[in-house]
């Protein structure tokens, strides 16, 4: 049976000579990973540029053509090879590795819980291996070889407008401002799902979620970049509400009830009821049985939120989809258990002997079904997680 599928072409002209970018998309709604985009960026007479992007809009190959006077000719092509969202190497046409970029962990501490900013660690080409250097933001600054000599150097201005550059590697390296590629050509650079020209100082295209980011479709993070960041259009917490008590009193130091909270952006693409809570509770029956958007478990009423971050081979919808596969392989069968409360406050209180569940090994279940490690819960001393250490063992199938 034939799957459904949507063309949709859309235009925006930046009037500012850089060129018209047409756009054709084919979206199919079984899996958008078998999505095709592309996009043409042009100047009539003298260059063209075509993007071809896979579903989960990773730019995947880049053609350049020149204008011969009868047609365009095709000058060079240039297929990106990718870790999750993050660029790891350039090939040309025939496969053969152009530049090889190594990654560490970036701003966040992981591999990519900040988008790759501040993660570059070097670059590979055939005349060797150099060294990325980066201020505080994230932005590469210096391009050092192996004899520590200075092969590129940047200088931007407060939102990423280049101002100098100056090595003989300088113009070869495409990764700078914020760590992300810039796009000679068309002038702007591939923050992944949006494009962003430095000289305009804003976006060249619309938060993909329209109006459900607000009424400014041009916004990044609600403007509020001090206290807001937003990695690649997805967000999944692991948030806490201080348990209840359930033998008079509260441990000591005091509790947390954990759930999964997961808000997508382009909710469309990912199908489902958004937002959402993961979260377990004590059925009826004394069972640990599924409890998704519990009353209890409202983000708004959240004391405590984290951040989860998908393991480095899932992209984060990856991960939403095996979060999600986990509630539905678990079958409500694990004895619900109280964590332990002492006769003397904080003596053995929240103790929980390996083989006892509850709302926390839930959580922490999940995570582990859905190939992710169970992060470390950081409340600061002042809380604690009982049963979060015995995650529930969760069936493949």
Not at 36 to 44: G, H, S, Y
Not at 57 to 73: A, D, E, F, P
Not at 203 to 222: H, K, R, T, V
Request: net charge positive; glycine share 12%; aromatic share 10%.
């Amino acid at each position: 049976m034939k799957t459904q599928t949507e063309t949709r072409i859309t235009r925006m002209n930046t009037n500012l000579g850089r060129g018209n970018f047409n756009r054709k998309e084919r979206r199919d709604p079984k899996d958008q990973r078998d999505a095709m985009t592309l996009i043409n960026a042009q100047v009539a007479g003298q260059w063209r540029t075509a993007f071809s992007y896979d579903g989960l809009n990773r730019r995947r190959i880049m053609k350049n053509y020149s204008w011969s006077g009868s047609g365009w000719v095709q000058t060079n092509e240039m297929r990106l090879i990718y870790d999750g969202l993050k660029i790891i190497q350039e090939r040309d046409t025939n496969n053969a590795v152009l530049v090889t970029y190594t990654r560490g962990n970036d701003m966040s501490g992981t591999l990519q819980g900040a988008g790759g900013i501040g993660g570059l660690l070097a670059r590979t080409d055939t005349s060797g291996t150099d060294y990325y250097h980066a201020d505080g933001s994230g932005n590469v600054t210096v391009l050092m070889n192996a004899s520590q000599h200075i092969v590129g150097r940047y200088l931007y201005g407060p939102l990423g407008r280049l101002l100098g550059q100056w090595g003989a590697k300088s113009g070869a390296n495409v990764m700078r401002f914020s760590s992300k590629p810039y796009l000679a050509l068309t002038d702007d650079y591939d923050f992944g799902f949006r494009r962003y020209r430095p000289d305009l100082q804003r976006w060249l295209n619309q938060d993909p979620i329209g109006e459900q980011g607000g009424m400014n479709l041009y916004a990044f993070a609600g403007n509020d970049l001090i206290n807001a960041i937003d990695t690649d259009g997805l967000k999944i917490l692991i948030i806490g509400h201080i348990a209840a008590k359930p033998l008079g009193r509260l441990t000591n130091p005091n509790s947390y009830h954990l759930a999964i909270y997961i808000d997508p952006d382009d909710k469309a693409a990912m199908r489902g009821s958004w937002p959402i809570t993961l979260g377990g509770q004590k059925g009826s029956n004394s069972k640990l049985i599924n409890a998704p958007n519990y009353p209890g478990d409202a983000l708004e009423d959240a004391t405590f939120k984290q951040e989860l971050k998908p393991p480095p081979c899932q992209t984060e919808a990856e991960f939403i989809r095996n979060l999600m596969n986990a509630v539905h392989h678990y079958q409500n069968n694990l004895d619900y258990s109280l964590p332990n409360i002492g006769w003397i406050p904080g003596i053995k209180d929240g103790a929980m002997p390996p083989g006892k569940y509850n709302s926390n090994s839930y959580v922490s279940g999940l995570i582990n079904a859905a190939g992710g490690t169970p992060p470390n819960i950081n409340t600061g001393g002042n809380f604690q997680v009982p049963g979060y250490a015995n995650p529930i063992p969760i069936p493949d199938e």
